[in-house]
């Protein structure tokens, strides 16, 4: 049975919708002088519908196909199909209850003179059509892409009428002495919107949502361009410090249910979490994902014990084992926000000694002594690496100034 890279491999050159040219390597679309990044999944989608161009689709084909080691529902096939009627221009309103087999929307070309495939949208647009829906399936009949609308949970309905995520891009003044950028809201909504975690292809945010009158925080994204986020946490748990696996493909956080902290993984596409690292007793305060590693490993901030300081560990989840990376003094407040270097060597991270007097240190990946970097005793507010790895940026007071101050690593 195929799987997604699989699919990429069969498309490796490329293929055409209509006026677009799709990069299966590379997740992306683009026509003339726009480009439009897809997630991971949503292309996934659309090469399988691609490979089976005039047949029929079953939801459980994509899910066999795409999500080849992930359980997920029938609303996340549903929402990659949603997408791909967003990026070629569909009009979800616009139902029909049968297909004309001479105009068919998407059909598969092989030109014998090239390697490349082509997928061309000769008449028609990406459709929805009211048959089918008893057997909740998605069909490819002459071309066309069909969706039975399925009534979803109360709760996937209140997820998808949700919007929001808000973070403020700020840019430091540059060493050239230009003017800096202002700061643009990306978005303003109710209640509070933390801790944001931007992909690294930069399309996507994943961030922590305290709703009004809400009695839990949940993890949300965001995808530029979208009207609404996707909620990847349940509503009952408290959930926080959200994470990108390198290649997107996940987001960790950490959640607390019935006073016991755990790290969590969901797909970034939504499904349902796993639960891969339960503390009872010690709490966790935030995680990163590390990069360029041979194996998939989180850096978590957590307790060694109950009421003792906290310390930073490499978290394995395929084998669900720990790795202490430092040990802070017992009675300090101990080592916080673990940044992994761009390669993925270091790893910076807030020691503090108390509350508000905190300092910088950084650690190798591999362990080692951690090597302080700032010697100011103040709040640090975020750290993050130079886009080279030579440097960090972070935010705190010095000398009565709140700002964004720049040291060497």
Known sequence: MPDAPSLREHFSDGLRVGEWFVEPMRNRIRRDEEEIQLEPKVMSVLLCLAKRSGKTVTKDRFKDEVWTETVVTDDVVSRCI???RKVFDDDPQEESSSVDESTSALTVEENTNSVQRLLQTVTGRLRTSTTDAEDRRIVVAGGAIRRGWVLGTAAVLAALLIFGVGFWMVANLSASGEAPLSAVPFTSFPGEEVEP?????????????????????????????AEEPLQLSADSTTDWSPAWSPEERFVAYVQSVDETHRVSIVPSIGGQPSVTLTLRRRDIESLAWLPSSSRRTLVVSAQRQPHQAFGLSKYFPDADSLASLTS????????????PSPDGSQIAFVRGTVQGVEDIFVVPAGGGTPTQVTTDSTAIDGVAWGAEGSSLIYAAERGGVSGLWSVDA
């Not at 975690?197 to 809400?214: C, E, I, N, R, Y």
């Not at 802070?328 to 940044?339: I, K, M, N």
């Open 197 to 225: 975690a931007l992909s690294s292809a930069g399309h996507q945010v994943a961030f922590a949502w305290h709703k009004p009158d809400s009695q839990t925080q949940n993890i949300y994204l965001m995808q530029r361009g």
């Open 328 to 339: 802070p003094p017992l009675w300090s407040a101990g080592d916080r926000d673990p940044v």
């Open 82 to 84: 949603s997408q791909l």
